[in-house]
């Protein structure tokens, strides 16, 4: 620890002799300086241990006494020397009551002792506590590096709470805390979660410190990871400020987790190299190679049913119309504005939910679309939906809308093997199509079986395919010659019940006989043939869907 007044008292060379505020002399020392100025407080900076020898002080004036004083201690000095049997033989009482009444310690410095010896003692002082400091720094990161390579993050972090006699807790890219030390620490580190979001906005490295009355303890949250956007966060709370050797401790901390990121980075990317060759080979009908390339890496999700995920990012609204928006109240996800890189978020979002809870998932970027193939009720499913609809949300207020650049469109497939993994993509990029129509964040395909086929009439395609296919009828019915459209979509809706049909209409049914020869020869199609029936239904629905 840094020297004291104290320490400077018992300093056996030093015969200094306490004469007022024996009850404060416990306070740090920074450093030891000498003036004879009327007054000093300018040149201060707090912290200092002032030697004089009242040369230029009437320091047998009360009243001069206690201003001289009153402005040392508002100053920050924390001490005055005071030397004797050089202007006055003794420490004049104006002095020493003055010191007393404003509660600075008073030193008496004997004529054998010079300043230097003052001054020199308290800088070897502050020495050795810097050095100690250094060399518990050094032997923490010696520690804390056996601890990384042996234990992993986990250990780490436990060797850091014992440096810094607190806790410490490592948060993934999406805020959420993965480790904790002590395991106590986890519940208190969640509850920080908005303050890491905040810090992730900056760019790293960026630190911030918590505290206040609302808080516990003192919290220093640091960005690790080397990009612009940080891929994690170290908080480490304490019951005070860090001392210097717990400062080398967190900057070691630091340096190595940072290390970990980053080799981590590497070894997802070979990661998701083995996953585009396991994902190729699936595709390709070959689930035994598929399998064999897997290993123990992705060998745990080929061996349960598994969903297909196709994503897009399309140009939202804000690529295509030079607006800027105010913030909305929208939730929109927190790493969806990761440089306006959905499917960046998006990556993000299933990864840390399924490193989370120890599953494994296959993430393939494939330029503006990213593939994924995730386990069947998992949480990696169950976060790709929910952020999905957070940003179909988002989407769904006009001013966010406007501000984004890029929008997300996913379509899940049922679930699945990997016997049928090439069926199950292809229900996904028909989930992903209709979802794009739509103007959806988000469709499945199991929904698209469940549901009609008649919203799918909407598509502008099938209404021009429908206009041209009755346009001769409506043209018919425009002069007055007859009800056309109107007797075949009766006659087809009482599938091709003539009298049915015909009271529908309200007409005889040699009427509605002759009409439907009439639309044979309109359309020179025969109304026998149930294709033709069939195209003529799904015309007539397109034109009444909206």
């Known amino acids: 620890m840094p020297p004291t007044l104290a320490s400077l008292v018992h300093h056996s060379a030093l015969k200094l002799t306490v004469r007022a505020g024996e009850d404060r002399l416990d306070v740090p020392v920074r450093w030891a300086h000498v003036s004879e100025l009327a007054d000093p407080v300018p040149y201060m900076e707090g912290g200092e241990l002032l030697l004089i020898t009242a040369l230029k002080l009437d320091a047998e004036d009360p009243e001069a006494m ?12 924390v001490g005055l020397g005071f030397a004797v049997g050089v202007n006055y033989e003794d420490i004049p009482k104006a002095l020493v009551d003055a010191c007393a ?98 810090l992730r906005e900056r760019s790293a490295p960026a630190s911030s410190v918590v505290g206040g009355p609302e808080h516990e303890d003192r919290v220093e949250l640091h960005s690790l990871g080397t990009g612009r956007r940080p891929r994690a966060a170290l908080a480490v709370g304490t019951a005070a400020a860090l001392g210097t050797a717990e400062r080398y401790a967190v900057h070691s901390a630091i340096a190595l987790l940072t290390l970990v990121t980053e080799r981590s980075r590497s070894l997802q990317a070979a990661e998701q190299r083995i996953g585009t060759a396991v994902l190729r080979m699936l595709l390709a009908g070959e689930p035994d190679h598929a399998r064999a ?12 049913p598994f969903r297909m995920i196709v994503a897009e990012s399309l140009p939202g609204p804000a690529a295509r119309t030079p607006v800027t928006a105010a913030k909305s109240g929208a939730a929109v996800p927190a790493a969806a504005d990761a440089g306006g890189d959905p499917l ?71 679930p699945t093997g990997p016997i049928a993994a090439a069926a199950a993509y292809k229900q996904a990029e028909q989930a992903l199509s209709v979802a794009r129509r739509r103007g959806r964040g988000f469709v499945e395909h199991e929904q698209l079986a469940a549901g009609s086929v008649l919203p799918l009439l909407a598509d502008d395609a099938v209404k021009a395919f429908a206009d041209g296919l009755l346009r001769a009828l409506h043209e018919h019915d425009a002069t007055g010659r007859g009800d056309l459209v109107a007797s075949l979509r009766a006659w087809l809706s009482r599938h091709g019940q003539w009298d049915a049909a015909a009271a529908d209409l309200g007409v005889h049914r040699h009427t509605l006989r002759y009409r439907m020869r009439r639309v044979e020869e309109i359309l020179g199609r025969s109304l026998d043939d149930p294709d033709v029936r069939m195209e003529l239904w799904l015309a007539l629905k397109a034109t009444t869907t909206e």
């Open 66 to 77: 206690r201003r001289y004083v009153r402005r040392l201690v508002g100053a920050g000095v």
């Open 101 to 198: 009444q404003e509660g600075l310690p008073l030193l008496e410095v004997p004529r054998r002792t010079p300043f230097l010896a003052i001054s020199k003692a308290v800088s070897a002082a502050i020495a050795a506590d810097q050095y100690r400091a250094v060399t518990a720094g050094f032997a923490a990161q010696r520690e804390l590096t056996k601890q990384a390579l042996n234990a992993g993050p986990e250990g780490l972090l436990t060797a850091l709470a014992v440096q810094v006699d607190g806790w410490a807790a490592l948060y993934d890219a999406s805020g959420a805390v993965v480790a904790a030390a002590p395991e106590w620490a986890g519940r208190r580190a969640a509850r920080l979660t908005a303050e890491v979001e905040r």
């Open 293 to 304: 390339v897997a290993g123990d890496l992705y060998g745990e999700l080929l061996d349960a």
């Open 344 to 414: 960046g978020g998006l990556t993000e979002t299933v990864e840390s939910a399924a490193a989370r809870s120890g599953e494994a998932v296959l993430v393939v970027p494939e330029g503006e679309r990213l593939v994924v193939l995730a386990a069947d009720g998992g949480p990696a499913v169950a976060a790709c939906v929910e952020y999905a609809m957070a940003l179909e949300a988002a989407r769904a207020v006009p001013e966010q809308a406007v501000a984004e650049e890029h929008e997300l469109v996913v379509g899940l497939s049922a």
